[in-house]
């Protein structure tokens, strides 16, 4: 497979704190030769999704993961289940596809919360949800004012009204900060990932799906109409593929995906449980999982058993030396937000690819011409629920029946090709200093 990061963003996390709350599990990897109706290409929450919803509908599926099922994004998320998966907001949706497709995104972000709500609920997964709804929360007094004038969007966009607080409020809210006010969504909820990745498979091996581990597919080629997927030890032969491999995807298998994915780092720090008399000291005692109003922007949440998880974008180069910038710049951040927890042990410290794409949406449909061969992908960094959705919808799509939820058409426009080529991280170096700029 190539790829365009350094080795060490392929790598296995050493510190990522879902390993210990859902230890991965490895499975066999692919020996020899096998046939099946559907070959699903990663195992995370696209790939689970679409394969849980094909196996219901009693198809023949068989995953493949190069390393494990929730290796990847899936296993290293800041759990967040909320709006968003697209990088244009909704007015630019609708400049570029129009009124109805605009209103047909935001009932799909709605419709993936619900989704993920549902198959915890029906499959019994027990996954340390927590947080009313998502909070944003502004980081200049031009940040609140901007949120309290989108109020009335947010009400055509969602037909829900936010609750926007100023900054005399934030203490009672258990939210004390740096921040100048702030504005709650109620739609959405927090999890944690490696719990609700292990329910779904789970769920997806006892609908009679196989799953392989350390089965990297590194060819994919037709053969007799229908495909044949390559690994190091064996092949699959199979009528339809779904290419399932987000920011980890290359540049080869296939080649169709070539440039046509920008991955992009993001990084996450866990501390140690921090103590009732911890959390008053530094006025954060709410649950509500937040993020703040940069577009470079931090993700944050006190979860269940009193950790508080803290995100923000990683660096552009996955070298030992820009890693220790990152793991340096992650806890002044966190520190200048969070003052009183200075002292607070760092216990877990990760990163993690997330997936752009160039026209900023999503993309689930069929590759042109390769016929049986389909893909999802592209979700911004916001792909808990929407990929999770997105891979139950474009198992709607192999079966040929009509979606079962709110899905725009222009998700299934094949996504055009980044300029540069494998050389294409570049374009993120100017894009984050106007970020950083904006951001003051
Ligand atoms: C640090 C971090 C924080 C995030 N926080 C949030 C959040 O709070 N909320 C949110 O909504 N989203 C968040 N995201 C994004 C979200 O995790 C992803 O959008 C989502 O998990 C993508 O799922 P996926 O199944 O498409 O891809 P992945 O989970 O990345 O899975 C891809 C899989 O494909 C496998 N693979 C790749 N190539 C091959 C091959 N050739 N053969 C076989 N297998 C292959 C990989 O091993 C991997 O397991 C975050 C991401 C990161 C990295």
């Known amino acids: 497979m190539r790829r365009i990061y350094e080795a060490a963003a392929y790598q296995t996390p050493t510190a990522c704190w879902w390993r210990e709350t859902a230890p991965p599990v490895d499975y066999s990897r692919l020996e020899g030769d096998h046939v099946t109706e559907v070959a699903v290409i990663g195992g995370g929450f696209t790939g689970l999704n679409a394969a849980l919803a094909l196996a219901e509908a009693g198809v023949g599926v068989t995953v493949l993961d190069a390393e494990h099922p929730g290796w990847g994004a899936s296993g290293r998320n800041g759990g967040f289940c909320c709006l968003g998966g697209s990088k244009l907001g909704g007015a630019a949706v609708e400049r570029r596809h129009g009124t109805d497709e605009r209103s047909l995104w935001h009932a799909a972000e709605r419709a993936a919360v619900a989704h993920v709500r549902d198959l915890l609920d029906r499959h019994a997964i027990a996954a340390d949800t927590h947080s009313a709804g998502e909070t944003c929360l502004a980081h200049t ?67 009679g799906t196989a799953v392989f581990c350390r089965s990297p597919a590194l060819t994919l080629a037709p053969k007799g109409g229908r495909w044949r997927v390559t690994t190091p030890s064996g092949t699959l032969t199979a009528n339809t593929v779904i290419l399932a491999t987000n920011g980890y995807s290359s540049e ?20 140690r449980p921090i103590t009732e008399s911890e959390q008053a000291r530094q006025g954060w005692t709410s649950d509500q999982m937040c993020y703040d109003s940069r577009l470079l922007l931090h993700y944050f949440r006190l979860m269940p058993d009193g950790r508080f998880l803290f995100g923000m974008r990683g660096g552009l180069r996955a070298t030992r030396r820009s890693e220790a910038a990152l793991a ?27 997936c752009l794409m160039r026209g900023l949406t999503p993309f689930a449909g069929a590759v042109p011409e390769m016929p049986g061969v389909y893909a999802a992908l592209g979700y911004h960094g916001n792909g808990v629920a929407m990929g999770s959705y997105l891979g ?27 300029p540069l080529g494998s050389a294409r991280r570049a374009l993120l170096a100017p894009a984050y200093a106007a970020a950083t700029m904006f951001d003051r």
Do not use: C, N
């Open 328 to 354: 340096r710049k992650i806890r002044a951040d966190f520190h200048q937000l969070f003052p009183h927890w200075q002292e607070i042990d760092i216990t877990h410290e990760w990163s993690g690819l997330v």
């Open 392 to 418: 139950a919808r474009l198992a709607d799509t192999v079966l040929g029946r009509h979606f079962r939820g709110p899905v725009p058409r222009f998700v299934s426009q094949p996504p055009g090709r980044f």
């Open 252 to 271: 080869d298998v296939p080649g169709w995906l070539r440039a046509r994915y920008l991955p992009v780092q993001s990084s996450i720090i866990v501390t």
């Open 141 to 207: 007094p031009r940040a609140f004012t901007a949120m309290r004038a989108s109020v009335p969007q947010v009400e055509r966009d969602h037909g829900v009204t936010p609750d926007v607080f100023g900054r005399e409020k934030l203490a009672e809210q258990g939210l004390a900060g740096q921040f100048h006010g702030g504005m709650t969504t109620p739609i959405g909820f927090a999890l944690d990932p490696g719990k609700y990745h292990a329910g779904l498979r789970d769920a997806v091996q006892a609908a």
